[in-house]
């Protein structure tokens, strides 16, 4: 069975730090790799996504992710932050079949500081 | 927007109860997926429709029934409901290919009292 864990369960930064929020994943197949945001009150929104070829993905809002085989991980990172990132960030797993279900994170709180 | 329509928003209900909650998924998705997400218990995955056609099951009560209609929108019902049924529910839809992101839709937040 798939499984997603995010290490971060809240993390507080003051704008303009760089982020860097964990995630691995267990699947023993290959995978598509998702990262969804939840801005408060609204509904999850896609920051990024991998489904193959270059390991390093670019999203919106200036996210990117790291896709590492090898440790079965999809941080996502952004040098910059600012007030309006605060929101709760969901890394997600597939399968690469297709027409499978999202397995999710339990999320990271992030919180940032004016 | 996302294109994903969840009726209705909001639903304040006493336990005991049945309630239908609904989605209709962006034109030309087949799946559907319904999650529901709760302080406790994070984001779950409850049950996943393909084209009227049940495709697999999560974390779903025997109280809840989902299923899925020629016109392709979705119905979640939920009964006998208890106070830790309140939730956030979400709809999901994507196109067959599996090769696209879930888009979400708003969401109904069921409050059972």
């Known amino acids: 069975a798939q499984s997603v864990s995010q290490h971060n369960h809240h993390v507080i930064l003051s704008e303009a730090a760089s982020l860097e929020l964990g995630c691995n994943y267990s699947?023993?197949?290959?995978?598509?790799l998702f990262w969804y945001v939840q801005y408060p009150g609204q509904h999850l929104q896609l920051l990024l996504k991998?489904?193959?070829?270059?390991?390093l993905v670019k999203g919106i809002k200036g996210f990117e992710a790291e896709f590492i085989k090898s440790k079965f991980s999809f941080n996502l990172r952004k040098p910059s932050v600012q007030w309006s990132d605060t929101a709760e960030y969901f890394c997600?797993?597939?399968?690469?079949?297709?027409?499978?279900?999202?397995?999710f994170g339990t999320g990271t709180r992030l919180t940032i500081i004016p | 927007d996302s294109g994903v329509t969840q009726t209705p928003k909001h639903l304040i209900t006493a336990t005991g109860q049945r309630v239908t909650l609904r989605c209709s998924p962006r034109?030309?998705?087949?799946?559907v997926y319904w999650y529901q997400q709760s302080l406790d218990q994070g984001l779950q995955f409850l049950i996943h429709?393909?084209?009227?056609?049940?495709?697999a099951k999560g974390n779903i009560l025997e109280r809840f029934s989902a299923q899925q209609f020629p016109d392709l929108h979705s119905e979640l019902n939920l009964s006998s409901l208890e106070l830790g049924d309140s939730a956030l529910y979400f709809c999901?839809?994507?196109?067959?290919?599996?090769?696209?992101?879930?888009?979400f839709g708003q969401g109904t937040r069921l409050t059972v009292v």
């Open positions: 999901a839809s994507s196109d067959w290919t599996g090769r696209t992101e879930a888009f």
């Open positions: 699947y023993g197949g290959t995978v598509n």
């Open positions: 991998y489904f193959s070829g270059d390991p």
């Open positions: 997600a797993v597939n399968s690469n079949f297709g027409n499978e279900k999202l397995t």
């Open positions: 034109s030309g998705d087949l799946s």
């Open positions: 429709y393909y084209n009227g056609e049940e495709r």
